[in-house]
């Protein structure tokens, strides 16, 4: 079984940073791409950042030049780093992973539980 497991969210000032962390466990041979997905209260999810494992990233509009993604293929972890936070960035942000394969089977999409982000004075 696959998972992913999220970590770092919190509550932080306008301007202030946040470092999120996302780590898959199981039995895993390699993973296609990764990615940052962000939900608002009465919003629908969209990606924020994503990631291939060649190391090709792509950002949302809204968060070119704060955020930055990256990820380890060998320890099967992704980080993304967020500067210059807004309210408007307050959501959950969700991990998630594309093409997954395991020994056994290939895993087309895996998400993670999310971590609550909140930008506030």
């Known amino acids: 079984q696959v998972q992913l497991v999220e970590s770092g969210g919190g509550l932080v000032q306008p301007g202030g940073s946040l470092r999120l962390s996302c780590a898959a466990s199981?039995?895993?041979?390699?993973?296609?791409?990764m990615g940052w997905y962000r939900q608002a209260p009465g919003k629908e999810r969209e990606l924020v950042a994503g990631?291939?494992?060649?190391?090709?990233?792509s950002y949302a509009e809204s968060v070119k030049g704060r955020f930055t993604i990256s990820r380890d293929n060998a320890k099967n972890t992704m980080v993304l780093q967020m500067n210059s936070l807004k309210p408007e960035d307050t959501a959950v942000y969700y991990c998630?992973?594309?093409?997954?394969?395991?020994?056994?089977?290939?895993?087309?999409?895996?998400w993670g539980q999310g971590t609550l982000v909140t930008v506030s004075a």
């Open positions: 998630n992973a594309k093409t997954v394969r395991t020994p056994i089977y290939r895993i087309l999409e895996v």
């Open positions: 199981g039995s895993i041979l390699s993973i296609n791409s």
């Open positions: 990631i291939t494992s060649g190391g090709t990233t």
